[in-house]
C-alpha cells in the first residue's frame, strides 16, 4: 500500500484517515528532524545514518531554533565526513552558504571538499546555464549570513585563501569589476532603482576581493601595474562615494603596502630593472628607462617611489656613470664645477654639431642638466636685480626735448603761442627710445623660456604639464613678462611714431595730433594717464619679480634640509586658501551690515555736513561707500581698526553708534580670536605632519625633481635651447632640400631610363625590319 504522503501527491481525495495518518507522519518527522539536528550538533556519524535511513522522507535542509541547518552545523564542527554526506543531501542555496561559511571560518580544507563535490559542481554549472552569476538581483537565503552577491572567490580572496583562490581561478571563475560611479548604462540604471545602498555595498565588497593580495597574486600577469591602476582608482572613488571614503581609502593604502611587500622580494639589480621599466599591457614584453617609477611618481605611490631599492635605482640613473664625482670631496667638486662652467660653450658647440658624441653625452647626465639650468635660472635672477639698480632706467633719457630734438622744441613752442595753451612745461626730460642691454637679455632669456615652455607642453601634454603646480606658476610667470615687454615697447614704438610724425609734420597743420604726439613723448610723469602703458607695465614686471624669485622653491626640494620646509609651506599655502573661502563669508557679512547702517550719513554728508558746516563724521570716512568699507573690515584683520572708526561725531544719534561698535566688536572677536587661531592651528598640523614623514615627503618630492631631468629633453638651458632650436630648423630644412633633389634626380634617372630603353627598342624594330626585307 502506497504513503499516505505518495497518495495525496496522487491527486485522491484525503479521507480522514488518510489525514490523520498524514499527521501522524509529521509529527514522526518533526522529531527525527530534532533527533538529527542534535546527532549533527555532537558528530554523531553512526546516528545520522540510521536516522536518515530510518526516516527517507526527513527534511535535510531542517532548522533548529537558531536557524542552523545541519550542513551548517557540520561546517561548524569541522565535521569533514558530515559535510561530504550532506552536500549531497542539500538544496543549491543551503550549500552555497555552507561554503561560503567555511570559508568565513578560514576551515580550507572543509571548504575544498564542498567545492570539490559533484552536487556543488552541478548546481553551479546550472546557475551559470541559468545567466545568474553575479546574484545582485537575487533575495537572500532565509538566515544567509552574506548577500547574495557574494561569491567564494569574493569572500575567500577578501580572506586572502589563497588555497581557495587558486582553486576557483583555475575552474574559470572571476570577481566582475564594478562599473565606474555613476556609469549611464541600462544595468546600473536597474540597479541603482532597485536599491541605491546595495549597489554601494556591493561596489566595495567587488572591490576588497579585487584588492586582495590573494586575488591579484595569482590572477594579475603585472601586480604592480594592477596595484597601481586599482589604487588610482580607489582614490577617484573615495571622492565620489564620500559615505564610504573612508573604506575606499584604506584599500588604497592596502595596495601601496602590498606593492612595498612586492618590492621587498627584489634582490637583484636585474629584477629591479624588469620591474621599474616595464611599460604598456602586461602581455606586451616592452621595457623604458624607469617607465613603472614614472608611473608611481605620477600616481603619488610615495610608499613605492621612496623605497630604497627605487632610491638606489634613481639615484644611479641622475649621475649615469658620473657617481665618482659624488664621492669625491667639496673642494674638488667646486674645481670640477667650476672647469666645467668655463668648457661649457665648447661642450654646447659640440652638442650641436655632434649630439651623439662622447662629449656631447657629458650635457645629458640628469645631475649636469640640473646644474647648467639651475645656473642659468640664477643668471636670470641676477639680470632682474641689476635691472632694478641701474642708474638709467628705461623710462626717461638724460636729454631734454630742446637738446635732442630743437626743431620739434620750436614747433612745440609756435604751438603753444599760437594756440595759448600750456600743455607742458617749457622744456621737459624725453622718454628713452631704446631698451637698456640688461632689459634686452632678460627678454631673450623670457623668450628661451617661453620656447622651452612649448617644447614641455608639445611632449608632455597640456593636462600632463599643468598638473605640477610649478608649471603653472610658469606659465602665470611668463605671461606677465610678456604683458609687461609688450606694453614697454608698445610705447617705445609710439615714441618713435610720435618723433617722426612731429619732424615731418608742415608749419601750416601744427594743431593736427600735437598733444597726442607731446604726450608720448614727455617723460614726466606728473602729465601721464595714470593708466600710461609705462606704468602698467612697471607693476606687471615687479609681480613677475616675485614670481620669479619664488620660483626658487622649485630648486629647494634637491636638499634634504630646505626640501620639508618648501614642502610645508606649499601646504600651508592651501590651508590659507582654505582659511580665506571661509574669512570671505565673514568679511563680506560684516562689510554688508556696516555698509547699511551707515548708508544715510554717507548719502547726505553734502547737504547736512558741508552745508552746516559740521566736521564729517569718521563712520563716513570708514563706510561711506563699498571700496572704503571693505579697505576698513580687511585692515582691521592686521589690527589697524580703531574703536572710532564707527562715531557718527556730532549727530545725535546714539543707538546707531552702539550698534556699530557692537557689529565692530563682534567682528573682531570672530576673526581675530577664532579665525586666525584656527588658522594657526591648521598650519601647525600641516607643518607636525609633514615633519613626521619627513623623509619620506622629500625623497618623493626630490624623485619628481629627479625625473624631470632624467626624461629625454631639456639638455641645453635657457638661453642656449634658442640655439638647439634654431639648428634643427636648420638640419631640417637642409634635409627637406636634399630629399627634394633626390626626388629630382630620381625623376631624370626615370627619364633617361625610359629614353634609352625606347631608343633601344627602335633600334631592334630597325634590325627585325632589314632581316625581313632581305629575306
Excluded at 21 to 27: A, G, K
Excluded at 605 to 627: F, M, S
Aim: hydrophobic share 40%.
Amino acid at each position: 500500500m502506497a504513503s499516505p504522503l505518495i497518495q495525496l501527491s496522487q491527486g485522491n481525495t484525503p479521507s480522514r484517515a488518510l489525514l490523520a495518518q498524514i499527521s501522524h507522519v509529521e509529527t514522526a518527522i518533526t522529531k527525527a528532524e530534532d533527533d538529527f539536528l542534535h546527532a549533527v550538533e555532537f558528530g554523531d556519524v553512526p546516528l545520522v545514518k540510521s536516522i536518515l535511513e530510518e526516516n527517507p522522507y526527513i527534511n535535510v535542509d531542517c532548522t533548529d531554533a537558531l536557524g542552523r541547518t545541519p550542513l551548517r552545523l557540520a561546517v561548524k564542527n569541522e565535521n569533514k565526513e558530515l559535510v561530504e554526506m550532506l552536500v549531497s543531501l542539500s538544496n543549491a542555496d543551503n550549500t552555497n552558504e555552507a561554503v561560503l561559511q567555511a570559508i568565513d571560518a578560514g576551515f580550507t580544507s572543509i571548504a575544498e571538499i564542498t567545492l570539490r563535490h559533484p552536487k556543488y559542481l552541478e548546481n553551479t554549472n546550472r546557475m551559470r546555464r541559468m545567466g545568474d552569476v553575479e546574484g545582485f538581483f537575487k533575495r537572500s537565503w532565509r538566515g544567509s549570513q552574506f548577500p547574495s552577491y557574494v561569491t567564494p572567490l569574493m569572500l575567500a580572496s577578501q580572506k586572502n585563501q589563497y588555497v581557495i583562490v587558486q582553486l576557483l581561478l583555475q575552474r574559470g571563475e572571476y570577481i566582475i569589476k564594478p562599473h565606474k560611479f555613476g556609469c549611464p548604462c541600462q544595468e546600473c540604471t536597474n540597479k541603482r532603482k532597485y536599491d541605491q545602498l546595495r549597489l554601494a555595498k556591493s561596489r566595495l565588497d567587488a572591490f576588497k576581493g579585487l584588492c586582495s593580495e590573494a586575488y591579484i597574486s595569482l590572477n594579475s600577469q603585472d601586480p604592480f601595474l594592477t596595484a597601481f591602476e586599482l589604487a588610482h582608482e580607489l582614490r577617484r572613488l573615495a571622492k565620489s562615494e564620500v559615505f564610504f571614503k573612508r573604506e575606499y581609502t584604506d584599500l588604497a593604502d592596502h595596495l601601496s603596502t602590498y606593492v612595498v611587500k612586492l618590492l621587498d622580494r627584489v634582490w637583484t639589480h636585474r629584477e629591479l630593472s624588469v620591474v621599474l621599466d616595464k611599460c604598456g599591457p602586461p602581455t606586451d614584453d616592452v621595457y623604458e628607462s624607469l617607465a613603472r617609477f614614472k608611473m608611481a611618481v605620477d600616481l603619488e605611490e610615495k610608499a613605492f617611489v621612496t623605497h630604497p631599492n627605487c632610491q638606489q635605482r634613481i639615484d644611479r640613473c641622475w649621475f649615469e656613470g658620473m657617481g665618482k664625482i659624488k664621492r669625491l670631496s667639496w673642494p674638488q667638486q667646486i674645481g670640477i664645477l667650476i672647469l666645467s662652467i668655463v668648457a661649457y660653450p665648447v661642450f654646447v658647440a659640440y652638442f650641436l654639431i655632434a649630439p651623439e658624441s662622447k662629449t656631447s653625452k657629458i650635457l645629458k647626465v640628469p645631475a649636469v642638466k640640473f646644474i647648467c639650468h639651475t645656473l642659468s635660472f640664477f643668471a636670470f635672477l641676477i639680470l632682474i636685480i641689476i635691472s632694478c639698480f641701474e642708474s638709467i632706467s628705461i623710462i626717461s633719457d638724460s636729454n631734454t626735448l630742446q637738446q635732442k630734438y630743437p626743431d620739434i622744441h620750436e614747433k612745440y613752442k609756435r604751438y603753444r603761442q599760437k594756440y595759448n595753451q600750456q600743455l607742458y612745461y617749457d622744456d621737459f626730460p624725453l622718454r628713452t627710445l631704446t631698451p637698456q642691454v640688461t632689459e634686452i637679455l632678460i627678454l631673450i632669456w623670457v623668450i628661451a623660456m617661453v620656447v622651452q615652455e612649448c617644447q614641455e607642453l608639445w611632449s608632455q601634454g597640456i593636462r600632463s604639464h599643468f598638473s605640477d603646480k610649478f608649471n603653472l606658476l610658469d606659465f602665470v610667470l611668463l605671461s606677465v613678462y610678456i604683458a609687461t615687454y609688450s606694453l614697454r615697447f608698445l610705447c617705445i614704438k609710439k615714441l618713435n611714431s610720435s618723433v617722426y610724425e612731429l619732424q615731418n609734420v608742415p608749419e601750416f597743420n601744427l594743431s593736427f595730433g600735437v598733444e597726442a604726439h607731446i604726450y608720448w613723448i614727455n617723460a614726466d610723469r606728473s602729465f601721464w594717464d595714470s593708466y600710461d602703458p609705462i606704468n602698467t607695465a612697471e607693476g606687471l614686471f615687479a609681480i613677475a619679480n616675485i614670481f620669479s624669485f619664488s620660483r626658487i622653491a622649485y630648486l629647494l626640494r634637491a636638499n634634504e634640509t630646505l626640501g620639508p620646509l618648501q614642502i610645508s609651506l606649499g601646504r600651508m599655502i592651501n590651508d590659507i586658501m582654505q582659511f580665506f573661502a571661509l574669512a570671505v563669508i565673514v568679511i563680506i557679512a560684516f562689510l554688508v551690515a556696516l555698509r547699511n547702517l551707515y548708508w544715510y550719513y554717507s548719502n547726505r554728508d553734502d547737504i547736512e555736513i558741508n552745508g552746516l558746516g559740521i566736521p564729517k563724521p569718521e563712520a563716513v570716512e570708514k563706510y561711506g561707500d563699498e571700496l572704503a568699507a571693505f579697505r576698513t573690515v580687511f585692515w582691521a584683520i592686521y589690527g589697524r581698526g580703531q574703536d572710532t572708526d564707527v562715531s557718527l561725531g556730532n549727530y545725535n544719534n546714539t543707538v546707531t553708534e552702539k550698534i556699530g561698535e557692537s557689529i565692530s566688536g563682534l567682528y573682531h572677536i570672530i576673526m581675530i580670536i577664532l579665525l586666525l587661531n584656527i588658522l594657526v592651528a591648521m598650519m601647525t598640523r600641516t607643518f607636525d605632519k609633514t615633519a613626521e614623514d619627513a623623509d619620506i615627503e622629500w625623497k618623493f618630492a626630490r624623485s619628481t625633481l629627479y625625473m624631470e631631468y632624467i626624461t629625454k629633453g631639456r639638455v641645453l638651458p635657457v638661453p642656449f635651447n634658442i640655439l638647439e632650436v634654431l639648428y634643427k630648423m636648420i638640419m631640417h630644412f637642409i634635409q627637406l632640400a636634399n630629399e627634394k633633389k633626390e626626388e629630382v634626380n630620381h625623376e631624370h634617372t626615370v627619364l633617361y631610363d625610359a629614353g634609352r630603353r625606347t631608343a633601344i627598342s627602335n633600334v631592334e624594330s630597325q634590325r627585325r625590319f632589314k632581316v625581313k626585307d632581305h629575306v
